[in-house]
Protein backbone atom coordinates (compact mmCIF):
# COMPACT_ATOMS: atom_id res chain seq x y z
CA UNK A 1 0.00 0.00 0.00
CA UNK A 2 2.79 2.71 0.83
CA UNK A 3 4.65 1.40 -2.19
CA UNK A 4 1.69 2.40 -4.60
CA UNK A 5 0.42 5.57 -2.93
CA UNK A 6 3.82 7.56 -1.63
CA UNK A 7 6.09 6.04 -3.82
CA UNK A 8 4.04 6.12 -7.03
CA UNK A 9 5.28 9.40 -8.66
CA UNK A 10 8.55 7.70 -8.56
CA UNK A 11 8.20 4.34 -9.68
CA UNK A 12 7.19 2.54 -12.77
CA UNK A 13 6.17 -0.49 -12.61
CA UNK A 14 3.36 -1.07 -15.24
CA UNK A 15 2.27 0.75 -18.70
CA UNK A 16 -0.93 2.08 -18.73
CA UNK A 17 -3.05 1.47 -21.64
CA UNK A 18 -4.72 -1.51 -23.18
CA UNK A 19 -4.61 -4.74 -21.23
CA UNK A 20 -3.77 -7.02 -24.33
CA UNK A 21 -0.39 -5.11 -24.90
CA UNK A 22 3.32 -6.34 -23.44
CA UNK A 23 6.05 -3.87 -22.77
CA UNK A 24 9.43 -6.02 -23.52
CA UNK A 25 12.58 -4.65 -21.50
CA UNK A 26 15.71 -6.05 -22.12
CA UNK A 27 18.74 -4.94 -18.93
CA UNK A 28 22.57 -4.48 -19.19
CA UNK A 29 23.31 -4.26 -22.90
CA UNK A 30 25.07 -3.51 -25.57
CA UNK A 31 25.72 -7.04 -25.61
CA UNK A 32 27.32 -8.65 -28.42
CA UNK A 33 26.18 -12.29 -27.47
CA UNK A 34 22.44 -11.28 -27.49
CA UNK A 35 21.68 -7.63 -28.44
CA UNK A 36 21.99 -8.87 -32.70
CA UNK A 37 19.98 -12.22 -31.88
CA UNK A 38 17.34 -9.87 -29.78
CA UNK A 39 16.64 -7.41 -33.08
CA UNK A 40 16.37 -9.86 -34.95
CA UNK A 41 13.39 -11.32 -33.14
CA UNK A 42 12.15 -8.01 -33.05
CA UNK A 43 12.60 -7.40 -37.01
CA UNK A 44 10.61 -10.94 -37.84
CA UNK A 45 7.77 -10.00 -35.99
CA UNK A 46 7.74 -6.11 -36.73
CA UNK A 47 8.21 -5.77 -32.52
CA UNK A 48 9.80 -2.99 -30.93
CA UNK A 49 11.22 -3.09 -27.09
CA UNK A 50 12.76 -0.84 -24.58
CA UNK A 51 16.82 -1.91 -24.19
CA UNK A 52 17.82 -0.28 -20.73
CA UNK A 53 22.11 0.42 -21.45
CA UNK A 54 24.67 0.39 -19.37
CA UNK A 55 27.27 3.41 -20.21
CA UNK A 56 30.49 2.23 -20.47
CA UNK A 57 28.85 -0.84 -22.53
CA UNK A 58 27.41 1.92 -24.73
CA UNK A 59 30.96 3.43 -25.69
CA UNK A 60 32.49 -0.10 -25.80
CA UNK A 61 29.70 -0.65 -28.32
CA UNK A 62 28.54 1.87 -30.06
CA UNK A 63 27.75 0.13 -33.54
CA UNK A 64 25.62 -2.13 -31.60
CA UNK A 65 23.31 1.08 -29.72
CA UNK A 66 23.30 2.60 -33.25
CA UNK A 67 21.44 -0.88 -34.81
CA UNK A 68 19.15 -0.75 -31.83
CA UNK A 69 17.97 2.90 -32.55
CA UNK A 70 17.72 2.65 -36.50
CA UNK A 71 15.53 -0.39 -35.60
CA UNK A 72 12.82 1.86 -33.46
CA UNK A 73 13.76 0.61 -29.99
CA UNK A 74 13.71 3.03 -27.46
CA UNK A 75 17.02 3.07 -25.24
CA UNK A 76 16.64 4.06 -21.08
CA UNK A 77 19.28 4.37 -19.07
CA UNK A 78 20.58 1.29 -16.77
CA UNK A 79 24.00 3.45 -14.87
CA UNK A 80 26.98 4.08 -15.47
CA UNK A 81 28.78 0.83 -14.99
CA UNK A 82 25.98 -1.58 -13.37
CA UNK A 83 27.26 -0.55 -9.29
CA UNK A 84 25.81 -2.01 -6.64
CA UNK A 85 23.83 0.62 -5.74
CA UNK A 86 23.30 -0.09 -2.00
CA UNK A 87 27.22 0.23 -1.93
CA UNK A 88 27.06 3.79 -3.11
CA UNK A 89 26.57 7.27 -1.16
CA UNK A 90 24.89 10.11 -3.23
CA UNK A 91 27.50 11.65 -5.02
CA UNK A 92 28.53 8.03 -6.68
CA UNK A 93 24.83 7.64 -7.11
CA UNK A 94 24.27 10.90 -9.04
CA UNK A 95 27.89 9.68 -11.23
CA UNK A 96 26.52 6.74 -12.41
CA UNK A 97 23.23 8.15 -13.77
CA UNK A 98 24.26 11.35 -14.83
CA UNK A 99 27.35 9.73 -16.26
CA UNK A 100 25.12 7.38 -18.26
CA UNK A 101 23.09 10.03 -19.50
CA UNK A 102 25.87 11.90 -20.80
CA UNK A 103 26.97 8.94 -23.00
CA UNK A 104 22.82 8.38 -24.20
CA UNK A 105 22.25 12.01 -24.99
CA UNK A 106 24.71 12.35 -27.40
CA UNK A 107 23.43 13.53 -30.82
CA UNK A 108 23.60 10.34 -32.77
CA UNK A 109 21.32 8.47 -30.03
CA UNK A 110 19.59 10.90 -28.54
CA UNK A 111 16.45 10.18 -30.96
CA UNK A 112 16.09 7.10 -29.02
CA UNK A 113 17.06 7.78 -25.65
CA UNK A 114 13.61 8.27 -23.43
CA UNK A 115 14.94 9.57 -20.69
CA UNK A 116 13.66 6.54 -18.41
CA UNK A 117 15.83 5.16 -15.58
CA UNK A 118 16.52 1.20 -14.51
CA UNK A 119 18.48 0.83 -11.38
CA UNK A 120 20.75 -2.05 -11.33
CA UNK A 121 19.19 -5.31 -10.00
CA UNK A 122 15.94 -3.21 -9.49
CA UNK A 123 17.75 -2.12 -6.60
CA UNK A 124 15.41 1.20 -5.33
CA UNK A 125 17.62 3.10 -2.12
CA UNK A 126 16.29 5.76 -0.37
CA UNK A 127 19.43 7.96 -2.12
CA UNK A 128 18.06 6.30 -5.66
CA UNK A 129 14.51 7.75 -4.80
CA UNK A 130 16.06 11.11 -3.61
CA UNK A 131 17.81 11.34 -6.83
CA UNK A 132 14.81 10.48 -8.56
CA UNK A 133 12.81 13.25 -6.44
CA UNK A 134 14.96 15.91 -6.85
CA UNK A 135 15.54 15.12 -11.03
CA UNK A 136 12.21 14.47 -11.44
CA UNK A 137 13.22 11.27 -12.48
CA UNK A 138 10.74 7.78 -12.37
CA UNK A 139 12.56 4.30 -11.35
CA UNK A 140 11.02 1.65 -14.32
CA UNK A 141 10.78 -1.27 -12.56
CA UNK A 142 8.97 -4.63 -13.86
CA UNK A 143 6.46 -6.48 -13.20
CA UNK A 144 7.37 -9.61 -13.92
CA UNK A 145 11.22 -10.59 -13.01
CA UNK A 146 12.64 -13.13 -15.11
CA UNK A 147 15.23 -14.30 -12.98
CA UNK A 148 17.88 -14.12 -15.20
CA UNK A 149 20.30 -12.43 -13.25
CA UNK A 150 20.54 -15.61 -10.36
CA UNK A 151 23.30 -18.08 -10.86
CA UNK A 152 21.54 -20.97 -11.05
CA UNK A 153 19.91 -19.41 -14.21
CA UNK A 154 23.63 -18.68 -15.64
CA UNK A 155 24.79 -22.31 -16.02
CA UNK A 156 22.54 -22.70 -19.12
CA UNK A 157 23.68 -19.57 -20.74
CA UNK A 158 21.97 -17.13 -19.81
Known amino acids: MLKRTLLAPLLVER ?3 SSNRVALTFDDG ?10 EVFRRHNG ?7 GERVSEYPDLVDRIVAAGHEIGNHSWSHAEFDD ?5 LCKEIDSADVELAAAKWSAGFNGLFRPPKGA ?5 LLYSLLNRRRHVLWSIDSRDYTPALHK ?3
Open 30 to 39: PDPSHTADLL
Open 88 to 92: LDYAG
Open 124 to 128: VTCLS
Open 48 to 54: RGTFFLV
Open 156 to 158: FGY
Open 15 to 17: AGG
